[in-house]
């Protein structure tokens, strides 16, 4: 192997969210990892479907704020 290409890897203590904590080698410059996606709360292993809001944020803006100016604006006719 080639010196100086190589990327140095150290231990790393990993804790997921349900608690597990496990060592392994990386790259991060941290000692530890918190992680607060695992088997147990991801949708992908426990098959629960999260549903996420798929409006723009230039409708959020819209309805949030796009009826109120519209009335100022009626309002100061």
């Known amino acids: 192997m080639k010196k100086d290409i190589h ?10 969210a349900d608690g597990t904590i496990f060592m ?3 790259t991060m410059s ?5 992680s607060e996606v ?5 949708p992908f292993y426990t098959g629960k479907r999260q549903f996420v ?4 944020r ?3 803006f819209k ?8 009335d100022a ?4 006719e």
Do not use: C, I, M
Request: charged share 25%; net charge neutral; hydrophobic share 20%.
């Open 7 to 16: 990327p140095n890897y150290h231990p790393l203590q990993v804790s997921l």
């Open 24 to 26: 392994t080698r990386s």
């Open 30 to 34: 941290s000692e530890t990892y918190s």
């Open 38 to 42: 695992d088997s147990t709360n991801h």
């Open 53 to 56: 809001d798929t409006a723009g």
């Open 58 to 60: 230039v409708e959020k």
């Open 63 to 70: 309805r949030r704020y796009g009826s109120k100016t519209a």
């Open 73 to 76: 604006v009626e309002g100061a």
